[in-house]
């Protein structure tokens, strides 16, 4: 084994890596930017380097020799696919944890590893020319020919939009991998998304460790996967691991990796290579928790020489797994990124968490808008699920907006607990409807910050909130506030009727009229406050009504996050529709394009290309047509 690794990555795979590194007793070595000075995985690695960026190899390489580091894990995003940085580590004498960087260099390029799958008898999605897909059905998939992620990626409905489509593809791929190719394949509009994690070494041993259902996704990005597939027999499941041993052997492939299909909805035995992926996957930790393997751990092991401690008759699949990633993003907005502080974050008991947060954590939109994945492990499905809606209901993070809550509204549909998905279902459900309206929050966070105020109880009666009068009794106080950045409610509340008990230094529990006892988080920033409860959260400011018709009014286009103005698709003067694109961001290297609000023309663009946004920055008003 190592004496030093060095951790070519940020966040929670680093911290997982990290995790293994101190249980081998091998000392573990971090990197970071600026932006990251005071994150979680720089503190807890033994040692830490700081670099200009996590993208230049040789900032890396030399982060590498200096530490003494004998070895270099990738983690996964980044330079992990990189076959560059196997090569820079070869030259440096600097053992790469993955595969040899022509393997990387195959898998990486889809074009190439279509090939490769074909000649070692997997069956692959038939693809087109720019020219056959002008006349082949729809729909089709524009892909990226590098990385991964979703990244780079465009369902084409007709012929009239692929040109659109592939521009679109090409420059979020450039953005996101540095490599502007594409390619046109079939898209099955109601298929499964399966993938088989396997291993190999450098002694001629490669295993598969089964399969996993990443099925619900959102643009092509994972939100909850899963082992095994609910609708993946031994029969089955035999063939797609052979597919996948067959494909790695041909490849020359040494260390983790994940073959991924995709598979007709009704028939998955009818199934198709997607791509492979040379590095570790976002959702290792569901096949550890089924096959009782630490993946990183194999991944050392292999790197450092030695044959593979199992074989294939010792895998066997106990339970069932299931890993859902919390985003920083905003599911009432269409996943709209987001970004903030975190000011409070509680994680849930029973799960396992892997996470690269803590409380003053700064989210913001130049790296991937995963915080967190909740991990659990049941006796079957049923039971895997029921963990994990519960889970998700005790994870609290408040400052930034996250997908918490959707995620446990979707482990709830009908579908989902049946097993009955495929990639496109998220976007057949019906709209999100959080638990509570508007005016339940507003009427929580009134009375938490009564309570608030009667704990801090000052005899200044002019600095009171709560309504108190010169009579000594308490009148009735009006609110108005604005829930989650929506119109403001205006609602009246007594601190007599006070229904709040604190049950902790960030929480409260409130009963509502109807006797419902809730339990709250809660977490003040300046002029607004931060509640969370079963793994919703809302932020609630002070509204002023005046303030918030300007606002409000018809026509006008605001940034919903920060990004990058990559594209002006509109002048003024010029007459739009409702649903017209006007301008196209950049956040988290994906792509937002924003559209006119209302019909009309277009009156004001605050922006050109290039510009940076801020949330909420003026981007263009449409005035409304006569």
């Known amino acids: 084994m190592f004496d030093a690794v060095l951790i070519?990555?940020?966040?929670?795979?680093?911290?997982?890596?990290?995790?293994?590194?101190?249980?081998?007793?091998?000392?573990?070595?971090?990197?970071?930017?600026?932006?990251?000075?005071?994150?979680?995985?720089?503190?807890?690695?033994?040692?830490?380097?700081?670099?200009?960026?996590?993208?230049?190899?040789?900032?890396?390489?030399?982060?590498?020799?200096?530490?003494?580091?004998?070895?270099?894990?990738?983690?996964?995003?980044?330079?992990?696919?990189?076959?560059?940085?196997?090569?820079?580590?070869?030259?440096?004498?600097?053992?790469?944890?993955?595969?040899?960087?022509?393997?990387?260099?195959?898998?990486?390029?889809?074009?190439?590893?279509?090939?490769?799958?074909?000649?070692?008898?997997?069956?692959?999605?038939?693809?087109?020319?720019?020219?056959?897909?002008?006349?082949?059905?729809?729909?089709?998939?524009?892909?990226?020919?590098?990385?991964?992620?979703?990244?780079?990626?465009?369902?084409?409905?007709?012929?009239?939009?692929?040109?659109?489509?592939?521009?679109?593809?090409?420059?979020?791929?450039?953005?996101?991998?540095?490599?502007?190719?594409?390619?046109?394949?079939?898209?099955?509009?109601?298929?499964?998304?399966?993938?088989?994690?396997?291993?190999?070494?450098?002694?001629?041993?490669?295993?598969?460790?089964?399969?996993?259902?990443?099925?619900?996704?959102?643009?092509?990005?994972?939100?909850?996967?899963?082992?095994?597939?609910?609708?993946?027999?031994?029969?089955?499941?035999?063939?797609?691991?052979?597919?996948?041993?067959?494909?790695?052997?041909?490849?020359?492939?040494?260390?983790?990796?994940?073959?991924?299909?995709?598979?007709?909805?009704?028939?998955?035995g009818e199934h198709y290579f997607l791509e492979m992926n040379a590095r570790l996957q976002v959702e290792h930790p569901v096949t550890e928790l089924v096959c009782g393997v630490d993946l990183v751990e194999l991944q050392l092991r292999v790197a450092a020489g030695e044959p593979l401690p199992i074989t294939q008759d010792d895998v066997e699949l106990t339970g069932h797994a299931i890993e859902a990633r919390i985003n920083a993003e905003d599911a009432a907005r269409d996943f709209f990124p987001a970004a903030g502080r975190i000011l409070a974050y509680h994680r849930p008991a029973g799960a396992r968490v892997d996470d690269g947060i803590e409380p003053g954590s700064e989210v913001g939109t130049a790296y991937d808008s995963m915080l967190a994945k909740v991990i659990v492990h049941g006796e079957d499905r049923q039971a895997a699920l029921t963990k994990l809606e519960r889970a998700l209901g005790e994870t609290s993070i408040l400052g930034v907006t996250t997908t918490t809550g959707f995620l446990r509204w979707l482990l709830a549909s009908d579908d989902v607990r049946a097993g009955r998905i495929d990639t496109e279902l998220i976007g057949r459900l019906p709209a999100i409807s959080p638990p509570l309206t508007a005016e339940e929050v507003a009427r929580t966070a009134a009375l938490i910050v009564l309570a608030l105020s009667e704990e801090q109880r000052t005899d200044d009666p002019f600095a009171r909130v709560d309504g108190w009068r010169l009579s000594g009794r308490r009148g009735q106080s009006w609110w108005h506030l604005a829930v989650g950045g929506g119109e403001p409610v205006q609602i009246a509340v007594s601190a007599d009727d006070l229904a709040v008990q604190r049950i902790g230094p960030e929480s409260f529990a409130v009963t509502a009229g109807d006797g419902r006892r809730r339990q709250w988080s809660y977490a003040v920033d300046r002029d607004q406050i931060w509640l969370g409860t079963g793994g919703w959260a809302w932020p609630v400011r002070r509204h002023d009504s005046a303030a918030a018709g300007e606002a409000l009014s018809d026509g006008a286009l605001r940034a919903p996050m920060p990004g990058q103005v990559l594209v002006v698709s509109t002048a003024v003067g010029q007459t739009v529709s409702a649903g017209d694109p006007l301008v196209v961001l950049e956040s988290m290297k994906m792509e937002l394009v924003m559209t006119a609000p209302v019909d009309g023309e277009v009156a004001e663009l605050s922006v050109a290309v290039g510009d940076r946004v801020a949330v909420d920055q003026p981007l263009a008003r449409v005035e409304v047509s006569d």
């Open 8 to 268: 070519a990555n940020r966040g929670e795979i680093a911290r997982r890596v990290i995790r293994t590194l101190s249980r081998l007793g091998v000392h573990s070595v971090a990197i970071y930017t600026d932006a990251d000075r005071d994150a979680p995985h720089v503190r807890e690695a033994d040692q830490a380097v700081r670099v200009a960026s996590y993208l230049e190899i040789a900032e890396v390489m030399l982060a590498a020799r200096a530490t003494g580091a004998g070895a270099l894990h990738p983690g996964y995003g980044f330079l992990s696919e990189h076959p560059e940085l196997a090569r820079a580590c070869a030259a440096a004498g600097v053992v790469f944890v993955g595969p040899p960087a022509q393997a990387s260099a195959l898998m990486g390029d889809k074009l190439r590893a279509k090939d490769a799958a074909r000649q070692a008898g997997v069956p692959v999605v038939p693809s087109f020319t720019a020219e056959e897909a002008r006349h082949a059905d729809y729909p089709l998939l524009v892909k990226a020919a590098a990385g991964g992620g979703g990244r780079g990626m465009r369902v084409v409905q007709s012929a009239d939009g692929l040109d659109a489509a592939l521009q679109s593809a090409r420059r979020e791929a450039r953005a996101g991998f540095g490599d502007d190719r594409v390619f046109i394949e079939r898209f099955l509009p109601r298929a499964r998304h399966l993938e088989v994690q396997v291993i190999a070494d450098g002694h001629g041993n490669v295993i598969h460790l089964g399969e996993r259902e990443c099925s619900l996704q959102r643009r092509h990005q994972k939100l909850i996967e899963e082992s095994p597939s609910p609708v993946v027999g031994p029969e089955l499941r035999a063939l797609l691991g052979a597919e996948a041993v067959a494909l790695a052997r041909a490849g020359g492939y040494v260390n983790a990796g994940t073959v991924e299909f995709i598979a007709d909805f009704t028939d998955p």
